[in-house]
């Protein structure tokens, strides 16, 4: 290979995250529409099952995406009874999440995303969590980058 020959995509690891990103969404897929939620919706409860009550912009930081990014699957949260938004008494402009008994609730169901995940990748605990920490640190390596 010469440096004017592309890089096949097979070599190429955006394109190795991008189909395993692409692969996990389809396994959890059906698993999801069984507990009612979509992907997003699912990443705004796991925020809120890991923290607590959070201002939008709160959940919006923890998974890296812009407020209006979130407000939409929050809204369809709360249309189907699993949080409720409040206006900040102290800061009119902040709108807080909570989850509802119905939110909290989906938490062990939940669970067999995770479940699935390590049965359908043959790879242990360990690895998985091992291969967790190394695309964090490739992500935080490339975010910083900017």
Same mark, same amino acid.
């Given at each position: #290979?010469?440096?004017?020959?592309?890089? =096949?995509?097979?070599?190429?690891?955006?394109?190795?995250? %991008?189909?395993?990103? &692409?692969? &996990?969404?389809?396994? %959890?897929?059906? #698993? /999801?529409?069984? /507990?009612?939620?979509?992907?997003?919706? %699912?990443?705004? *409860?796991?925020?809120?099952?890991? $923290?607590? +009550? /959070?201002?939008? !912009?709160? &959940? $919006?930081?923890?998974?890296?995406?812009?407020?209006? @990014?979130?407000? =939409? +699957?929050?809204?369809? *949260?709360?249309?189907?009874?699993?949080?409720?938004?409040?206006?900040?008494? $102290?800061?009119?402009?902040?709108? &807080?999440?909570?989850? @509802?008994?119905? !939110?909290?609730? /989906?938490?062990?169901?939940?669970?067999?995303?995770?479940?699935? *995940?390590?049965?359908?990748?043959?790879?242990?605990?360990?690895?998985?969590?091992? *291969?967790?920490?190394?695309?964090? #640190?490739?992500?935080? $390596?490339?975010?910083?980058?900017?």
């Amino acid at each position: #290979m010469t440096d004017a020959d592309p890089i =096949p995509l097979d070599h190429q690891l955006c394109f190795s995250v %991008y189909g395993a990103a &692409i692969a &996990i969404n389809r396994l %959890y897929k059906p #698993m /999801l529409d069984e /507990l009612g939620l979509t992907y997003p919706q %699912y990443l705004v *409860l796991s925020a809120l099952w890991e $923290a607590g +009550p /959070l201002t939008v !912009g709160g &959940i $919006a930081d923890r998974l890296d995406l812009e407020s209006s @990014t979130v407000t =939409p +699957p929050v809204k369809r *949260l709360e249309q189907a009874g699993l949080v409720v938004r409040d206006r900040d008494r $102290a800061d009119e402009r902040k709108v &807080i999440v909570r989850l @509802t008994d119905a !939110g909290h609730a /989906l938490r062990r169901p939940s669970a067999c995303l995770t479940e699935t *995940l390590l049965a359908r990748s043959g790879l242990t605990v360990e690895d998985l969590v091992a *291969l967790n920490r190394q695309v964090q #640190m490739l992500r935080d $390596a490339v975010s910083r980058a900017d």
